[in-house]
């Protein structure tokens, strides 16, 4: 009977060393209930408390400690049950209990480890409690007072996590540093890596980021955070512009981690890496993603203005504009909506539904008149009004956006608003208008494409108003800049300048420059819709030149490759007139056959049939030449008629047929009032009675030219023939 209590004690014990706690725990109560009274009731009370912890009992074991405490507060396991209750209490959580016991300890001097342990976890206590500042000092007083204990790290940490929570980085980031060399080997230090990436996350220093994130997932993915790491590091290469690099990090967040809370964002962006990276169809396919698994999420509304984004650029402007017309009516930030509302107004824009553009422009207006876009959409209301042919009122808005957001609208923009008001001004019919708003916007704007078009449109009115000698210097320049910047220049507009340049030339009188504008035009632009015209122009200006064999070249040009332009007919027609002056003749009369067959009932008919009879008469084909001149007197009544006229006399005379000739020679005179044809049927007439022996009717023939059309030269050969035929005549004859 009076070891009986110490046999209960040791079999409880025992079962304590053997971890079997909870038996322990039950014996230790039982000796307790049984043997109130026992020397050794104190190691049974504080020895079940152990019991209880170590079985994880934690509340019944602060009761129980509590309960020693108050029995047997001087014992010598006091201090031990006090220190047992500090730790029990903060491992439930009850932080302040903790400190409270900690400091209670503190006060008693507890010697060696237990100061070392107690002043750590007052530490602890105060930074699980978010007393941040007191957990910093705690555990700067425990690295002070216990320099060589073995958890001067997780001080260390718990000091740094403290000051970043403070938003105290740079001191944070230095300590995390000197631990970070140990982190990848101290498992337990392992959150340093992550905590270090952050910081350097969030002060954008991408590579240093990377390092530290990429230095944490090195031991793989069963790490506490790897999800929000994998995001990082893949936002941190990005951030870098290496998106491909960027690419499998978020590949392995979105494998690895199907219900993370950053998946929508490593959805999103994956979209933005392969929009960056050009691979629209993917990037597509992401988004899409993103939106049927997270379209409530703050990324939806950015993902759906990235795939309208996608279709501008891709030319699909109506998908583009249905996809910022959604976005602009659920996105939840009012800039973005506003954002995506201006974007759909540009998406059709691009699409040329200007009249939908207008009001989708002028309700932005409405809704958002101090947004930063409003400037640019009073702009592109104006053009969508011009666009829509409604010149008046285009004019007014154009005038009403600078005069209202002239302060705010880029030099790009003015110069498009001035350039359409100018358009708008020519289709009204305001030609001297229109060229002062486009040397305005030359004034302010005189570089860049649009200045170039508006130099090419400010000569083309002055050709108009046949102010040459402004548009061939305005044309001349803009040639020389276009030259000098051939890889760069609009061809449009290069291939107009030339063009019209040349044009101008030709219409001043300039022949040979014009002819070299325009070969070197055909050279330049050999597909374009003008080469007709200018192989025309340049035929025309050499034949002013009386250069007629390489006029034939061009006006060939446009009878054989041109057959459905307008240059067409006039080529054929000049083309016969040059082979004729080449004689070609069997060619010539080929050109105006064709013509004629072609055109014969145009208003140059005549000077085709006309060039018919006389390839034929260059070709001894008299009576052939004589059929085709009489066409053009029976149907024509001009100067042509008249030499058509002529022509059938000379036929008749080469025919030796001098009296017929001379009837007809005479007809000239009688039927047309040409002096110039006249005269010289009159003295062709003089011949022929030369030739029928009558040297009278001859010299009244002669006389006749010398009295009527004496300013002709056939004047002077009249009266050297009335001379010589007055030789050996009768007086009076």
């Given at each position: 009977?009076?070891?009986?209590?110490?046999?209960?004690?040791?079999?409880?014990?025992?079962?304590?060393?053997?971890?079997?706690?909870?038996?322990?725990?039950?014996?230790?109560?039982?000796?307790?209930?049984?043997?109130?009274?026992?020397?050794?009731?104190?190691?049974?009370?504080?020895?079940?408390?152990?019991?209880?912890?170590?079985?994880?009992?934690?509340?019944?074991?602060?009761?129980?400690?509590?309960?020693?405490?108050?029995?047997?507060?001087?014992?010598?396991?006091?201090?031990?049950?006090?220190?047992?209750?500090?730790?029990?209490?903060?491992?439930?959580?009850?932080?302040?209990?903790?400190?409270?016991?900690?400091?209670?300890?503190?006060?008693?001097?507890?010697?060696?480890?237990?100061?070392?342990?107690?002043?750590?976890?007052?530490?602890?206590?105060?930074?699980?409690?978010?007393?941040?500042?007191?957990?910093?000092?705690?555990?700067?007083?425990f690295?002070?007072?216990?320099?060589?204990?073995?958890?001067?790290?997780?001080?260390?940490y718990?000091?740094?996590?403290?000051?970043?929570?403070?938003?105290?980085?740079?001191?944070?980031?230095?300590?995390y540093?000197?631990?970070?060399?140990?982190?990848?080997?101290?498992?337990?230090?392992?959150?340093?890596?992550?905590?270090?990436?952050?910081?350097?996350?969030?002060?954008?220093?991408?590579?240093?980021?990377e390092?530290?994130?990429?230095?944490y997932?090195?031991?793989?993915?069963?790490?506490?955070?790897?999800?929000?790491?994998?995001?990082?590091?893949?936002?941190?290469?990005?951030?870098?512009?290496?998106?491909?690099?960027?690419?499998?990090?978020?590949?392995?967040?979105?494998?690895?981690?199907?219900?993370?809370?950053?998946?929508?964002?490593?959805?999103f962006?994956?979209?933005?890496?392969?929009?960056?990276?050009?691979?629209?169809?993917?990037?597509?396919?992401?988004?899409?993603?993103?939106?049927?698994?997270?379209?409530?999420?703050?990324?939806?509304?950015?993902?759906?203005?990235?795939?309208?984004?996608?279709?501008?650029?891709?030319?699909?402007?109506?998908?583009?504009?249905?996809?910022?017309?959604?976005?602009?009516?659920?996105?939840?930030?009012?800039?973005v909506?506003?954002?995506?509302?201006?974007?759909?107004?540009?998406?059709?824009?691009?699409?040329?539904?200007?009249?939908?553009?207008?009001?989708?422009?002028?309700?932005?207006?409405?809704?958002?008149?101090?947004?930063?876009?409003?400037?640019?959409?009073?702009?592109?209301?104006?053009?969508?009004?011009?666009?829509?042919?409604?010149?008046?009122?285009?004019?007014?808005?154009?005038d009403?956006a600078?005069?209202?957001?002239?302060?705010?609208?880029?030099?790009?923009?003015?110069?498009?608003?001035?350039?359409?008001?100018?358009?708008?001004?020519?289709?009204?019919?305001?030609?001297?208008e229109?060229?002062?708003?486009?040397?305005?916007?030359?004034?302010?704007?005189?570089e860049?494409?649009?200045?170039?078009?508006?130099?090419?449109?400010?000569?083309?009115?002055?050709?108009?108003?046949?102010?040459?000698?402004?548009?061939?210097?305005?044309?001349?320049?803009?040639?020389?800049?276009?030259?000098?910047?051939?890889?760069?220049?609009?061809?449009?507009?290069?291939?107009?300048?030339?063009?019209?340049?040349?044009?101008?030339?030709?219409?001043?009188?300039?022949?040979?420059?014009?002819?070299?504008?325009?070969?070197?035009?055909?050279?330049?632009?050999?597909?374009?819709?003008?080469?007709?015209?200018?192989?025309?122009?340049?035929?025309?200006?050499?034949?002013?030149?009386?250069?007629?064999?390489?006029?034939v070249?061009?006006?060939?040009?446009?009878?054989?490759?041109?057959a459905?332009?307008?240059?067409?007919s006039?080529?054929?027609?000049?083309?016969?007139?040059?082979?004729?002056?080449?004689?070609?003749?069997?060619?010539?009369?080929?050109?105006?056959?064709?013509?004629?067959?072609?055109?014969?009932?145009?208003?140059?008919?005549?000077?085709?049939?006309?060039?018919?009879?006389?390839?034929?008469?260059?070709?001894?084909?008299?009576?052939?030449?004589?059929?085709?001149?009489?066409?053009?007197?029976?149907?024509?009544?001009?100067?042509t008629?008249?030499?058509?006229?002529?022509?059938?006399?000379?036929?008749l005379?080469?025919?030796?047929?001098?009296?017929?000739?001379?009837?007809?020679?005479?007809?000239?005179?009688?039927?047309?009032?040409?002096?110039?044809?006249?005269?010289?049927?009159?003295?062709?007439?003089?011949?022929?009675?030369?030739?029928?022996?009558?040297?009278?009717?001859?010299?009244?023939?002669?006389?006749?030219?010398t009295?009527?059309?004496?300013?002709?030269?056939?004047?002077?050969?009249?009266?050297?023939?009335?001379?010589?035929?007055?030789?050996?005549?009768?007086?009076?004859?």
């Amino acid at each position: 009977k009076g070891l009986a209590d110490k046999a209960a004690y040791w079999m409880a014990k025992c079962k304590l060393r053997d971890g079997e706690f909870a038996a322990a725990a039950k014996r230790f109560k039982k000796a307790i209930a049984e043997f109130g009274k026992s020397d050794l009731l104190p190691e049974m009370m504080y020895d079940r408390a152990v019991a209880l912890i170590r079985g994880e009992e934690r509340d019944e074991a602060i009761v129980a400690l509590s309960e020693f405490r108050a029995k047997f507060g001087n014992h010598a396991l006091s201090v031990d049950a006090l220190q047992l209750l500090a730790t029990a209490t903060h491992q439930q959580g009850r932080y302040d209990e903790s400190l409270t016991h900690c400091q209670a300890l503190l006060k008693q001097d507890a010697p060696g480890s237990g100061a070392a342990s107690i002043s750590f976890l007052v530490g602890e206590n105060e930074f699980l409690s978010g007393r941040l500042e007191k957990a910093i000092a705690a555990f700067r007083g425990f690295l002070s007072a216990h320099p060589d204990d073995g958890r001067t790290d997780q001080a260390n940490y718990r000091i740094a996590t403290a000051l970043n929570r403070l938003g105290r980085y740079d001191e944070a980031a230095h300590i995390y540093g000197r631990l970070s060399k140990r982190a990848t080997e101290d498992e337990g230090l392992r959150p340093v890596l992550l905590a270090l990436g952050d910081i350097h996350f969030q002060r954008g220093e991408w590579k240093k980021a990377e390092a530290s994130l990429a230095a944490y997932l090195s031991s793989g993915l069963e790490v506490a955070s790897a999800d929000e790491a994998l995001l990082k590091l893949g936002l941190s290469k990005q951030r870098q512009e290496r998106y491909e690099d960027a690419l499998p990090d978020y590949g392995r967040l979105l494998s690895q981690f199907k219900k993370s809370t950053h998946r929508a964002h490593a959805l999103f962006e994956r979209g933005q890496a392969l929009v960056a990276l050009h691979r629209f169809d993917e990037a597509a396919t992401t988004f899409e993603q993103l939106l049927a698994e997270a379209g409530d999420s703050r990324f939806a509304g950015y993902a759906v203005n990235h795939l309208g984004t996608m279709a501008m650029q891709t030319g699909n402007y109506e998908a583009a504009a249905s996809r910022f017309e959604r976005v602009a009516a659920n996105a939840p930030e009012a800039d973005v909506g506003a954002e995506a509302q201006f974007q759909r107004g540009q998406a059709l824009m691009a699409a040329e539904k200007y009249k939908q553009a207008e009001q989708v422009f002028a309700d932005f207006l409405k809704r958002h008149a101090k947004h930063d876009r409003a400037a640019l959409a009073a702009g592109q209301t104006a053009i969508a009004i011009a666009r829509q042919d409604r010149h008046a009122a285009a004019v007014e808005a154009v005038d009403r956006a600078i005069q209202h957001h002239g302060d705010k609208l880029g030099g790009d923009t003015l110069a498009s608003l001035r350039y359409e008001k100018a358009w708008c001004l020519r289709y009204l019919e305001k030609p001297d208008e229109a060229a002062k708003v486009y040397r305005e916007m030359l004034s302010a704007r005189p570089e860049g494409n649009l200045a170039l078009h508006a130099r090419l449109e400010v000569a083309e009115l002055d050709s108009n108003a046949k102010r040459y000698a402004p548009a061939i210097e305005m044309l001349t320049r803009l040639v020389e800049r276009l030259t000098a910047s051939s890889s760069d220049a609009p061809q449009d507009v290069r291939e107009q300048a030339v063009y019209r340049l040349a044009v101008c030339r030709y219409e001043t009188g300039q022949y040979d420059e014009a002819a070299k504008g325009f070969e070197a035009f055909v050279r330049a632009f050999p597909a374009s819709g003008l080469v007709a015209s200018a192989s025309f122009h340049c035929g025309e200006a050499l034949l002013r030149l009386e250069r007629h064999k390489p006029a034939v070249e061009h006006f060939r040009r446009v009878v054989d490759k041109h057959a459905s332009d307008p240059a067409y007919s006039a080529s054929l027609l000049r083309l016969g007139e040059c082979l004729a002056a080449v004689q070609s003749w069997p060619d010539s009369e080929r050109a105006f056959s064709t013509y004629l067959g072609k055109f014969g009932g145009e208003e140059f008919w005549f000077q085709a049939q006309f060039g018919v009879g006389w390839a034929r008469e260059n070709q001894a084909r008299h009576d052939d030449a004589i059929q085709a001149y009489k066409a053009v007197v029976a149907r024509h009544n001009g100067p042509t008629a008249a030499r058509a006229q002529f022509q059938m006399g000379e036929c008749l005379f080469a025919k030796k047929q001098y009296k017929d000739a001379a009837i007809e020679l005479l007809k000239v005179d009688i039927l047309y009032a040409y002096p110039e044809w006249s005269a010289a049927a009159l003295y062709e007439a003089g011949r022929c009675f030369e030739k029928l022996s009558q040297p009278v009717e001859a010299r009244h023939r002669f006389r006749e030219v010398t009295e009527k059309y004496r300013e002709t030269q056939w004047a002077s050969m009249a009266a050297d023939r009335v001379a010589a035929l007055s030789e050996g005549t009768v007086p009076g004859r």
